[in-house]
């Protein structure tokens, strides 16, 4: 699975960017699609995942309420909108997929997301 995110870049506290990942190669319906995030210094954290049905989302605890993970099983693409951005979530994006049951094991380059104050 070949992935690339998109939609990166600089915005101001309470602002809203949108990012997108499509995938190719040998996707499915069945793959679970995820957002993930690394701070300078700071290690990968999870921000986010969204299985086949719109209901079997999970968030981490710091963007509840103020991210929506989506996806267009047809395009084989997944969504982050973000909204009310707070400088601390400034930081590389990735998304990644990961078959039902198992791992994330595939990776995107990373898309960067700047919030200033």
């Known amino acids: 699975v070949q992935l690339q995110a998109f939609g990166g870049g600089l915005v101001q506290a309470e602002g809203s960017l949108r990012l997108s990942c499509a995938a190719s190669?040998?996707?499915?319906?069945?793959?679970?699609m995820g957002w993930f995030r690394q701070a300078p210094g700071k290690e990968r954290e999870f921000v986010a995942r969204i299985g086949w049905t719109p209901e079997s989302t999970v968030y981490a605890d710091s963007v509840k309420g103020r991210f929506t993970i989506s996806r267009d099983i047809a395009q084989n693409t997944a969504y982050l909108q973000m909204n009310s951005l707070k400088p601390e979530d400034t930081a590389v994006y990735y998304c990644a997929t990961a078959p039902v049951g198992k791992a994330f094991n595939s990776w995107g380059q990373g898309t960067q997301v700047t919030v200033s104050s």
């Open positions: 190669g040998h996707t499915s319906s069945s793959y679970v």
